[in-house]
T-cell receptor
Framework: ETGVTQSPTHLIKTRGQQVTLRCSSQ?????VSWYQQALGQGPQFIFQ???????GRGNFPPRFSGLQFPNYSSELNVNALELDDSALYLC????????????FGPGTRLTVT | GNSVTQMEGPVTLSEEAFLTINCTYT??????LFWYVQYPGEGLQLLLK?????DKGSNKGFEATYRKETTSFHLEKGSVQVSDSAVYFC???????????FGSGTQLTVLP
């Protein structure tokens, strides 16, 4: 059974640029949730994708967007990067949008300069 | 809305000491409760969970009991090891919100 994987591991971008982060869900899981973890803070929910549709969203602006593909992998896109977007971005996969059994990937560390 | 408040750190203990990390929550309905652990440079690992009132979650010597009357889910371990050094997060899941809500984390350092 393959776990949740994320790419890239680290990324450095300049303010105003755009970035795409990728997540492959655990085998058999059809739901991916994305979280932002600022330094020294707990993760904050960005949104969830279930069967290729957005299935819930946290308090993040529209410049945070996502996709889910037929194989249930997912992308997180952030436009017009701001310094405060610097964080660890975690994805978690689960079976069903209502499932509390979420398995986390190792995260992508994004630094915006 | 849902929220989780946990004991602020950092917490520093000697090996074999007793550990308690306090966690209280506010939620509508009947959430499931979790403790996650994050080792340096890594993602989150589920440590233990409890899905209903009075349930006790346990794993690797850690325990936590879901107390609905006090809205608490305190983490305990009788004898900590150096390898337990990590950041611990209390979290709740509400099915209607479809998201985990996390506390701010408690950094634990265990000295030999």
């Amino acid at each position: 059974e393959t776990g949740v994987t994320q790419s890239p591991t680290h990324l450095i971008k300049t303010r105003g640029q755009q970035v795409t982060l990728r997540c492959s869900s655990q085998s058999g899981h059809n739901t991916v949730s994305w979280y932002q973890q600022a330094l020294g803070q707990g993760p904050q929910f960005i949104f969830q994708y279930y069967r290729e549709e957005e299935n819930g969203r946290g308090n993040f602006p529209p410049r945070f967007s996502g996709l889910q593909f037929p194989n249930y992998s997912s992308e997180l896109n952030v436009n017009a990067l701001e310094l405060d977007d610097s964080a660890l971005y975690l994805c978690a996969s689960s079976l069903g949008g209502d499932s509390y059994e979420q398995y986390f990937g190792p995260g992508t560390r994004l630094t915006v300069t | 809305g849902n929220s989780v408040t946990q004991m602020e750190g950092p917490v520093t203990l000697s090996e074999e000491a007793f550990l308690t990390i306090n966690c209280t929550y506010t939620a509508t309905g009947y959430p499931s409760l979790f403790w996650y652990v994050q080792y340096p440079g890594e993602g989150l690992q589920l440590l233990l969970k409890a899905t209903k009132a009075d349930d006790k979650g346990s794993n690797k010597g850690f325990e936590a009991t879901y107390r609905k009357e006090t809205t608490s889910f305190h983490l305990e371990k009788g004898s900590v090891q150096v390898s337990d050094s990590a950041v611990y997060f209390c979290a709740l899941f509400s099915g209607s919100a479809r998201q985990l809500t996390f506390g701010s984390g408690t950094q634990l350092t265990v000295l030999p």
